[in-house]
């Protein structure tokens, strides 16, 4: 009996052990899932995307912006917030975990914004990986000034444009 009630109480703390260690797995390092690398991987999973305006087949001129000829696109999170004929309605915000990325037509490069916790995480990635501009540096500068001008929507510029 004695042995039937100790080998409960350690498979029972066994379990706990397994449930504890499984989360701190994921909870190490949760900013993982926003890695250069993990927006990569997101950017290359196609399905998951939806185009803008619903017609994979457009290329935009992009004369406005520094990347030349693009192709645009959400995930299921934002392309959900596009209820202004398939723009963000003005005064409108992207909800957390929204993803655009811009497919630039001339080198495969993506140019992507991701939402996170209210801020966009801004990224250029090649399209072998290699990283051009990481969400780990400082936009300011280099993304969110541009992104500023007038007619922008919580910092997306082309509805203002295409
Ligand atoms: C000189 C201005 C300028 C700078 C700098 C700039 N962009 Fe843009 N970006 C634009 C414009 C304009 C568009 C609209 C599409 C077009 O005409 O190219 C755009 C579009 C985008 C889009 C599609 C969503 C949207 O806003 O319409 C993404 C994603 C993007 N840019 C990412 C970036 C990232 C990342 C950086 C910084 C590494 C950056 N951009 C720097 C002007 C700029």
Redesign the pocket.
């Known amino acids: 009996m004695k042995t039937g009630i100790a080998a409960a109480v350690f498979s029972g703390i066994a379990f706990l052990c397994l449930v504890y260690s499984c989360a701190k797995d994921q909870g190490l390092n949760p900013d993982l899932a926003f890695s250069d690398r993990a927006l990569y991987d997101s950017c290359r999973n196609i399905p998951a995307f939806s185009y803008y305006k619903n017609d994979p087949a457009a290329v ?9 000829a ?1 192709k ?1 696109r959400f995930n299921k999170t934002a392309y959900a917030a596009l209820t202004d004929n398939g723009k963000l309605p003005a005064a409108k915000t992207f909800p957390d975990g929204s993803l ?3 497919d630039i037509q001339s080198n495969g490069q993506y ?3 991701y939402k996170k916790k209210g801020n966009w995480l ?3 990635i090649n399209a072998d990986g290699s990283v ?2 990481s969400t780990t ?1 400082e ?1 300011t500068a ?6 500023s ?1 007038s007619g ?1 929507r919580d ?8």
Not at 155 to 162: E, K, W
């Open positions: 935009y001129s992009g004369v406005h912006g520094p990347h030349g693009f645009l655009i990325v811009k140019a992507l914004m801004w990224a250029e051009a501009f540096k936009p280099t993304c969110i000034s541009c992104h001008q922008q910092l997306a510029v082309s509805f203002a444009f295409y």
